[in-house]
């Protein structure tokens, strides 16, 4: 098993690995205080780890974010954390309160909705996203320097993933892999939160699983926005 390293925005780059049917992506930022988003299972830790080894030293490692507490998102948190003596986890209020500060060998540092971290010439912002499309504490991250959106499990691509990034269409393929297992709560304000995540205007968007996209990122999450609210009626 390898995990394959692309730049796919700016100082951006994608950590792909494939499993039988199935891959799972992390993204690292690098400047000053470089950025680790997701953190993938445990048993892809050895792969993702050699993978950040080849962009950045660990021990320059000095976040961890996730977008909600899921084995693919951060079960290999603190094998990370054992291993990146300057990293904390970066997550939610939520995820902090009810999850992390029990669960992370390193005290999380909990980000309220719209809070922004520097990272050096580059910050990312927060952005609350409760049951979008699932879990209380999920949000996401939105680098500006680059406009993308770290948008975990949104236009999830099943299969094998050997495009870094792509400008075709992922709406479809996500929506035929929800089709088979329909990971999203459906909660009454997922038409609100996605418009808000849509007025971040990306331009990139970096998907946990699956290619990462550019293009225009706002008028794609709409569509999908759009497509889910089909479904309701």
Same mark, same amino acid.
């Given at each position: 098993m390898?995990?394959?390293?692309?730049?796919?925005?700016?100082?951006?780059?994608?950590l792909n690995?494939?499993?039988?049917?199935?891959n799972f992506?992390?993204?690292?930022?690098v400047d000053?205080?470089?950025?680790l988003?997701h953190?993938?299972?445990?048993?892809?830790?050895?792969?993702?780890?050699?993978?950040?080894g080849?962009?950045?030293?660990?021990?320059?490692l000095?976040?961890?974010?996730?977008?909600?507490?899921?084995?693919d998102e951060?079960?290999?948190l603190?094998?990370?954390?054992?291993?990146?003596?300057q990293?904390?986890?970066?997550?939610?209020?939520?995820?902090a309160l009810v999850?992390?500060?029990? !669960?992370?060998d390193r005290?999380? #540092?909990g +980000?309220?909705? &719209?809070?922004?971290v /520097?990272? @050096?010439?580059?910050?990312?912002?927060?952005?609350?996203?409760?049951?979008?499309p699932?879990?209380?504490?999920?949000?996401? !991250?939105f680098?500006r320097?680059? #406009?993308? +959106?770290?948008? &975990?499990?949104?236009? /999830?691509? @099943?299969?094998g993933s050997?495009?870094?990034?792509?400008?075709?269409?992922?709406?479809?393929?996500?929506e035929?892999?929800r089709?088979?297992?329909?990971y999203?709560?459906?909660?009454r304000?997922?038409?609100?939160?996605?418009?808000?995540l849509?007025?971040t205007?990306?331009?990139?968007?970096?998907?946990?699983h699956?290619?990462a996209?550019r293009g225009?990122?706002?008028a794609?999450?709409?569509?999908l926005a759009?497509?889910?609210?089909?479904d309701?009626?």
């Amino acid at each position: 098993m390898e995990t394959r390293v692309d730049e796919v925005a700016d100082g951006i780059y994608r950590l792909n690995t494939k499993v039988p049917g199935f891959n799972f992506n992390q993204y690292l930022i690098v400047d000053d205080e470089p950025l680790l988003f997701h953190t993938g299972p445990r048993g892809l830790f050895e792969s993702v780890r050699a993978a950040i080894g080849r962009v950045i030293a660990l021990d320059r490692l000095r976040w961890i974010g996730f977008s909600h507490v899921e084995a693919d998102e951060c079960g290999a948190l603190n094998h990370l954390l054992s291993v990146a003596p300057q990293a904390s986890p970066l997550c939610s209020k939520v995820a902090a309160l009810v999850s992390m500060e029990d !669960l992370a060998d390193r005290r999380p #540092r909990g +980000l309220a909705d &719209g809070e922004t971290v /520097t990272l @050096g010439r580059r910050s990312v912002t927060w952005l609350d996203a409760p049951h979008v499309p699932h879990g209380w504490e999920c949000g996401y !991250l939105f680098e500006r320097e680059t #406009r993308t +959106l770290l948008c &975990g499990d949104l236009f /999830t691509q @099943g299969g094998g993933s050997d495009v870094p990034v792509t400008e075709a269409d992922i709406l479809g393929p996500s929506e035929a892999f929800r089709a088979q297992m329909d990971y999203f709560s459906h909660t009454r304000r997922q038409a609100a939160i996605l418009e808000r995540l849509a007025g971040t205007q990306p331009t990139t968007l970096a998907c946990m699983h699956g290619s990462a996209w550019r293009g225009d990122g706002g008028a794609l999450i709409r569509a999908l926005a759009t497509t889910l609210e089909s479904d309701v009626h």
